[in-house]
């Protein structure tokens, strides 16, 4: 399996006000931030200051860079749509270049050394080392392997009946290696490796692909919902980026509705999937075991999982147009045998209009889902509502999710990660307050 391991030292940036922008300087210096408790020994912080708000940064391990995108604020409050970007030697602690970056219609990426800059339909890779255009490609590039130096994505402008025309493209020098047809109308929803060559990509249903000869196989189903209209929500297209995996979720289409999809679970064997109209159990050859009917006038946006000897799905009530939510289908849980894939409940948790369901906690047998104001724990095994637990949204704010394990209280000079205290509780925190509730 590929594995792509950075390490990090610690690194803190900041911005400081009021630098002459036409020669960027960046300032540094060491801070103290904690200790080792096994050594004693001091944890340092090297600071960088930077002479503009920092809007993101990317690190290239290979070179041992990094890339800062400087963003202000316009009247305090709203984000400039100009700003620049600075590529800068950490060893050197040098300013390897700088430009200026609109915000807008241009990106900046980074793929194990190699940089790219997307802008007007078109992708040019730079020069670590001056800036300077190497060559170009006229893809928006939605997936990039960092180690194999291959990008994938569809051309912007594409001839008629070639919009779904996927390509593979050599990051070294922009060249496309192969093409594939995957449809892109309901956007992609998911891509993750198999293996070291085979990605596995949700978009319109499942595929894998091979990165270097783009190769694979198809299940092709709905995930999505074209000529929407939702009236508090709007129209409107968007790209969201996932800087940590390099992929890109693209919305494509005029009040088209995406992410009608679950999460995609594999196993050793088997690859389980629900769409807007199926839920299917897949072999890793593609070849389908079983596949159930879903109330396509219900489904939205679901998470399935392993219970025992069975497929639960919860179906949460809402999708998306563009990177906004909107309430779409209806809340659910169901459940199925694994091997049959027959139902065996499938009740509806939430009769109220626009409810959805904005966190999910399982605890032994158990689901708890959190709505607006209230908590419902339903029994995972045969779907019944154990229990409703209503809160006062004037006195604690919406409810938003649970608190995870990554929040810490300190306890006798200890800090102790908060659900861990007490296994009996849930914590709970709500949208307008900093507030944690417990609900049993």
């Not at 001091?42 to 690190?59: G, L, N, S, W």
């Not at 030697?89 to 980074?110: G, H, R, T």
């Not at 009236?231 to 980026?241: F, R, Y």
Request: with cysteine; charged share 20%.
């Amino acid at each position: 399996m590929k594995r792509i391991n950075l390490i990090l030292a610690v690194v803190v940036l900041f911005s400081l006000h009021g630098f002459a922008q036409k020669e960027i300087t960046v300032l540094t210096s060491s801070k103290v931030v904690g200790n080792n408790l096994l050594t004693g020994e001091p944890i340092m912080a090297k600071i960088y200051t930077f002479p503009e708000r920092v809007h993101d940064f990317q690190i290239d391990t290979i070179n041992n860079d990094l890339i800062i995108q400087l963003r202000g604020l316009r009247k305090g409050k709203w984000l400039a749509n100009k700003g620049e970007v600075i590529r800068y030697d950490i060893d050197k602690n040098k300013v390897l270049w700088f430009d200026k970056i609109a915000y807008q219609v241009e990106s900046i990426e980074q793929y194990g050394g190699v940089t790219l800059h997307t802008t007007g339909g078109k992708s040019y890779c730079l020069d670590n080392l001056t800036g300077q255009k190497l060559w170009e490609v006229k893809n928006s590039l939605i997936f990039a392997d960092p180690v194999d130096k291959i990008g994938i994505g569809y051309k912007i402008q594409a001839s008629r009946g070639k919009e779904n025309m996927l390509e593979g493209i050599d990051l070294t020098n922009g060249q496309p290696i192969w093409q594939r047809e995957i449809s892109r109308e309901y956007s992609w929803n998911d891509a993750f490796y198999l293996n070291d060559s085979t990605l596995l990509i949700a978009a319109s249903g499942l595929h894998t692909l091979n990165i270097f000869d783009g190769a694979g196989w198809d299940f092709n189903t709905i995930t999505g919902k074209k000529d929407y209209t939702a009236s508090a929500v709007g129209t409107g297209l968007g790209i969201a980026a996932g800087l940590l995996t390099g992929m890109y979720s693209v919305s494509t289409g005029h009040n088209l509705v995406r992410d009608v999809v679950s999460n995609v679970l594999v196993d050793s064997l088997h690859i389980y999937f629900a769409s807007k109209e199926h839920l299917v159990k897949l072999n890793r050859e593609g070849e389908v075991l079983w596949q159930k009917s879903l109330p396509n006038d219900l489904t939205s946006k679901s998470l399935i999982f392993k219970f025992d000897d069975n497929l639960v799905m919860v179906n949460r009530g809402y999708a998306y147009m563009g990177n906004r939510q909107l309430d779409f289908g209806t809340p659910f849980i169901a459940s199925f045998d694994l091997n049959s894939g027959d139902q065996k409940y499938m009740v509806t948790v939430s009769n109220e209009k626009k409810e959805i369901i904005k966190a999910i906690d399982l605890t032994d047998e158990e689901l708890l889902f959190v709505f607006n104001d209230h908590v419902s724990k339903y029994s995972v095994i045969t779907g019944q509502l154990i229990k409703d637990q209503q809160f006062n949204i004037g006195e604690y704010g919406e409810l938003n999710y649970f608190i995870g394990e990554q929040v810490f209280v300190k306890r006798d000079s200890l800090l102790i990660s908060l659900p861990t205290m007490d296994s009996t509780k849930h914590y709970l925190v709500s949208v307008h307050k900093v507030h944690y509730r417990r609900c049993t």
